[in-house]
């Protein structure tokens, strides 16, 4: 939940909360807990009050759901200053080229406890570079999006783009681009292979339609999950349509650092 008058963003979730004071405790300005919370939150409360910033217990769990907007917030709420997403520019690109950093590109995802999701995943995957465009159809941090990261905010760096296309065309000859696609031929499981001589840079598109026709015309490999006897020669669809884009991010993540041989 945003704070508009103060610029401040509710980080919620006992575990987002613990990381952020273990990784980034100076961008916390204030803390709110429950009775239960306190003693557990107890040291961050003397590295707040050594630098006068504010911290409450407060009567009933209420006051922290108007806090963060959220009945999960699971006992603890932490304003920190509204998170500026960093314009992606070609320093920052070319220091994933030449230290062959992978990066995720997210075609218009909207939910943002799915962001959040995939936050998380990277975060376990050690994925460290999340690109999103700047669009309303497209969802960005949110209290939502830090509470379902568990923590894995911290570990992730989050960038925005103007124009997906101009960035695969700049990013063509740079890095391999690889988009996810129900209509792909080629299994997932080749993912490790392209990180042989370039970084890759994985696409997951919007939750209803996929990725674009535009921006699957930019990928050099378009790739598909295997559902259920696929691999077997069956013909017949998959039992559900598709995997939310959360849980295909997970096995993406997965073969794409390496995990299936």
């Not at 792909?184 to 490790?192: S, W």
Request: charged residues 20%.
């Amino acid at each position: 939940m945003k704070n508009t008058k103060n610029n401040e963003l509710a980080v919620c979730g006992f575990s987002a909360v613990k990381t952020l004071e273990k990784l980034n405790g100076e961008k916390i300005r204030r803390l709110y807990f429950t009775k239960e919370r306190a003693p557990l939150f107890g040291g961050l409360c003397k590295k707040l009050a050594a630098t006068k910033r504010p911290y409450n217990q407060v009567e009933n769990s209420q006051e922290l759901e108007k806090l963060c907007g959220s009945v999960h917030h699971q006992g603890v709420v932490a304003m920190i200053e509204m998170p500026e997403i960093t314009a992606l520019n070609t320093s920052i690109t070319t220091n994933w080229v030449e230290t062959k950093q992978n990066a995720v590109l997210l075609d218009h995802i909207g939910n943002a406890n799915n962001f959040g999701a995939i936050v998380r995943s990277a975060a376990f995957f050690g994925i460290k570079n999340i690109i999103l465009p700047i669009d309303e159809s497209q969802t960005s941090i949110t209290t939502s999006t830090y509470r379902i990261a568990e923590g894995g905010m911290e570990f992730v760096n989050i960038y925005s783009v103007k124009s997906i296309p101009k960035l695969l065309a700049d990013m063509k000859q740079k890095m391999m681009i690889v988009g996810s696609s129900l209509n792909a031929q080629e299994p997932c499981n080749n993912l490790k292979t392209y990180t042989k001589n370039k970084p890759v840079l994985l696409i997951l598109g919007n939750e209803e339609n996929g990725i674009s026709k535009e921006t699957a015309s930019y990928c050099e490999h378009l790739v598909i999950i295997p559902f259920f006897g696929m691999n077997q020669g069956e013909k017949s669809a998959p039992k559900v349509d598709s995997l939310n884009v959360a849980q295909a991010a997970t096995v993406l993540f997965y073969e794409l650092q390496g995990g299936s041989k």
